[in-house]
Every structure is written in structure tokens, then in C-alpha cells.
């Protein structure tokens, strides 16, 4: 790995004037830059990958690819006519109702129910991955509409992801925009009888998120709901993550130092780690190619220490987080032990660059990656494999992050907020709800403890992807 410093010195400029776009997207208008007016979608929408609404009147051509095929349609066309959900693996109770949905609509939730029950028959009672929440999210989402619009956006971003369509990826941003217009209604008449579903929402809408306003925004209102959950905590679908009078939590809120020099060391010794699968993952065409993805990704770190800005850490995080999120579903469903052991890598390189990014990286990162990490080193012991050897660098991340946070078990405050305290939502950070008129706008503070708070709605958020069986805390 080159040993460039990516820090360069340069003069402070002032921002540079120019003439005021007239015609510009209400994206750019609402963040106060320059839009170039590209059509269908413009440069800076395009570039944070963030819903442009000039989409409303220049619709992308094509229709979306859902990735049909006959059995697919054969399995639809029973459910519409029988009205039998195809997946009764997933034992849903409260199952969607075929009529009230569009045919694209029962794709996407089949879709999204496929990826389940796949990963659930992959791992009997052993998954890991969020999937494993997908009945519990649908169940929510049968009784509230824009619980199934936040499941449906998350289920054609999938699809975007595989099919690179971009009309797909526009079918996302459509359903996260209904999503979080009922969002924002229901926050507007909190009560116990919707928690589930404004928690389910956010939790769902905060995987999908791609820009730092908007993932910022709904880890603090998330905070806030689950603050003000804790009455009837007991009672809800979460539970489970809620355990009575505790929740998982970092020691106390540390301010992060900047150390430059300390973090290209810490991206070489990263590279390095690496460049060790080389010859491991020989053969396997799709494995090597997941590793020059993240070898070249590190580089990348390497050039743009150190990173100052929440937004920026955030975009340079984006790739990553976004492997984190899909590629597990590809890879297990290989049950390969090289590709066990690269997806391990994939989460030790999250666990190690945490401190490079202290306004997303401990948030987002930390319950994403430890448990499986430690559910992969059991199920290679399992197998008495001599991949076990291999597994020495993301075994060491965690152990380093582990130390690093001071993970605990922690005594939750019984001073709750009351529904009617329920604030802390900014609506104007999410582009996608930019076109709903008349919506509050609630700006949080940003003090550290609201970092705080943040960062523990986030270790919530994240622990739902994943068993809290799994952390092994």
C-alpha cells in the first residue's frame, strides 16, 4: 500500500459565489447549493444518491426490473387467488392481504419474504442476519400502510442493488417517500397503539437512508421514541431488544481525538490483513472479487485522511456499509468457508476504521459486526475447519473495539418522555419526503449527550439486524 499521506495542505477558500438557479430541484433548493438541472436526475442528487425531484416530471424510462420469472409469477398469481400467503415458514399470524396491493407491490413483498425464508432454510434457528426480522416487520406492516412502504423501499433497493435498474431504484425512493410522509403523521399522534410501527419505520427507513441529514435526523427521533416506549416496553413486538430496565449501551460519551498519523497506520496494518487472502481465496472468482472490492475501498481510506465532516465520513462509509447490509445474503447462501472467512474481513475492516469516523462509525458499525464475527468463528469450529486460522484479524478488531467502547450492560432511566414530549424530528433532512407541504420543522440539538443518545438508538437499530444472542455480550 502506498504510503502517500493523504492529508494535504491547502488554502482556506471562501465559498465561491454564483448566480441563483431558478429552475433547480427542491432537493438543492432545501440545502442551499447550486443545482446543474440535469434531467432525470441532477449531479447532486445524483452524487449523495438521494431522490431528485425533477423524477416527478421526467420519469426515468423502462419499467422497474423485479427480477421476475414463471415460478415467481405462477407463486403470485396463487396468492392473489387463494389468498395464501407462499411462505409459511416464516409463520407471519398477521399476513398481508393480496387485493390491497398492486402486482409490483406483491412482488416487492415477495421479494422481500423470499430473502427470509431462503436465508432462514440456510440457517435454521441460527440467522444472524436482519432477514431474520422480516416476519416480525411484516406482521407490523399488515396493519400499518407506511410500515409496508418503509419494508417496500428496502425490498426494491435490494433489487436495485442486483439488477442495477434505475427505475427500480426509483421505485425505492417512491415508497420511502410514503413511508415517511405516514411517518411524520404518526409521530404527530404518538400513543402506545402505533409505537410499534413509528419504531418498525424508523428502524426500517434508517437502513436505507444514503445521505447524513436524514440518518442523522432518524437516529435522534428514534432515540426519542424509544425513550418514550419504556411505559409499555414489555408489550411491544421489541421487547426482545428492550429487556426490562436494560439495554445494551457504550461506556460514557468520549470526545475523539484526531490523529492522523495513527489512523493511516491503523488503514496500513488494515491493507495488510487483507492482501493475506490473496492466495486463500484463489478460484473463487466472486470471493476475490468481494476482496479487490474492499482491498481497493481501504486505499481509498488511505487518501482521504483525515476526514473531518459528519457528511463526509458518512459518504465515504456509504460503500461499505452498503456491502454489509446486502452482500451477506449472497455469500452465506454459498456456505462456503472462503467466503465465511472474507465476509468475517468485511466486518473486522468496519471494526478497525471506526475510530476514523467517530460522528458514524461506532453508531453504526459496532452491533453490526461483532456478532457475526463471533457467530462465523463458531460455526467454523463447528465444522472443524482450518479456516479457523484465518480468522486471527477480525477476531482481534473485535476484541480492539470491544476494549475501545467499554460495552456494558446499562440501568435505563425510568424518567420516559410522554408521547406528548415526542420530538427531536427534523423533516427537512430527508429528500425524499421534500415534496410534502406544511410538514414541522424540529431541529435537535447536538450536544455530546445527544451524540450519546444517538449512538445508543443506533446500537438499537443495529442489534435488530442481527440476534442480540448473537453479540454475546
Same mark, same amino acid.
Given at each position: ?309 459528519? $457528511? ?61 464475527? $463471533? ?99
Amino acid at each position: 500500500m502506498s504510503s502517500t499521506s493523504g492529508s494535504r495542505d491547502h488554502p482556506v477558500q471562501s465559498r465561491r459565489s454564483h448566480t441563483k438557479s431558478r429552475n433547480g430541484c427542491k432537493t438543492c433548493k432545501k440545502r442551499h447549493i447550486r443545482c446543474d438541472e440535469t434531467v432525470p436526475q441532477c449531479r447532486n442528487c445524483t452524487k449523495h444518491n438521494v431522490r431528485c425531484d425533477y423524477m416527478d416530471g421526467n420519469m426515468v424510462e423502462g419499467h422497474p426490473d423485479l427480477a421476475m420469472d414463471p415460478q415467481i409469477q405462477r407463486e403470485l398469481d396463487t396468492w392473489r387467488e387463494t389468498g395464501v400467503y407462499p411462505f409459511p415458514s416464516l409463520e407471519l399470524g398477521n399476513q398481508p392481504i393480496p387485493s390491497r396491493y398492486s402486482q409490483t407491490d406483491l412482488r416487492l413483498i415477495h421479494h422481500i419474504s423470499s430473502i427470509a425464508a431462503q436465508m432462514q432454510a440456510a440457517e435454521p434457528g441460527n440467522s444472524a442476519l436482519w432477514t431474520k426480522r422480516v416476519p416480525m416487520f411484516l406482521r407490523i406492516a399488515s396493519r400499518h400502510d407506511f410500515v409496508m412502504n418503509s419494508l417496500l423501499g428496502l425490498s426494491a433497493s435490494h433489487l436495485s442493488w442486483l439488477t442495477a435498474s434505475p427505475a427500480t431504484l426509483q421505485l425505492a425512493y417512491q415508497h420511502r417517500g410514503f413511508a415517511f410522509q405516514g411517518l411524520q403523521e404518526s409521530i404527530g399522534n404518538f400513543s402506545k397503539e402505533n409505537s410499534d410501527a413509528v419504531l418498525a419505520a424508523s428502524i426500517l427507513l434508517s437502513w436505507q437512508v444514503t445521505d447524513w441529514p436524514s440518518w442523522a435526523s432518524l437516529l435522534q427521533g428514534t432515540a426519542t421514541v424509544i425513550d418514550a416506549m419504556q411505559p409499555w416496553k414489555h408489550e411491544s413486538e421489541f421487547a426482545g431488544f428492550m429487556a426490562e430496565k436494560e439495554i445494551f449501551s457504550r461506556g460514557p460519551f468520549r470526545q475523539q481525538i484526531v490523529d492522523p498519523t495513527r489512523d493511516r497506520h491503523v488503514v496500513s496494518h488494515v491493507y495488510h490483513a487483507l492482501t493475506t487472502l490473496y492466495d486463500y481465496l484463489d478460484g473463487h472468482d466472486q470471493a476475490r472479487k468481494g476482496l479487490e472490492d474492499l482491498i481497493n475501498f481501504v486505499q481509498g481510506l488511505h487518501e482521504h485522511i483525515p476526514v473531518h465532516s459528519g $457528511e463526509a465520513q458518512f459518504e465515504l462509509l456509504h460503500p461499505l456499509r452498503t456491502w454489509l447490509f446486502f452482500l451477506p445474503i449472497d455469500f452465506l447462501r454459498a456456505k462456503d468457508d472462503r467466503v465465511m472467512v472474507l465476509l468475517a474481513h468485511f466486518y473486522g475492516v468496519a471494526l478497525a476504521v471506526e475510530p476514523l469516523f467517530p460522528a458514524v462509525g461506532a453508531a453504526y458499525f459496532g452491533t453490526m459486526s461483532v456478532g457475526p464475527i $463471533e457467530q462465523i468463528q463458531r460455526t467454523l469450529i463447528k465444522k472443524s475447519s482450518s479456516a479457523i486460522n484465518l480468522m486471527a484479524f477480525p477476531l482481534e478488531m473485535v476484541k480492539h473495539f470491544r476494549e475501545r467502547m467499554d460495552w456494558r450492560r446499562a440501568h435505563v432511566s425510568s424518567d420516559a418522555r410522554t408521547p406528548q414530549q415526542l420530538e427531536g424530528w427534523n423533516w427537512d433532512a430527508f429528500p425524499e419526503y421534500a415534496m410534502v407541504e406544511g410538514h414541522p420543522q424540529v431541529i435537535p440539538t447536538s450536544t455530546a449527550q445527544d451524540a450519546h443518545s444517538s449512538a445508543s438508538a443506533c446500537d438499537f437499530i443495529a442489534s435488530a439486524m442481527w440476534r442480540g444472542e448473537a453479540l454475546g455480550f
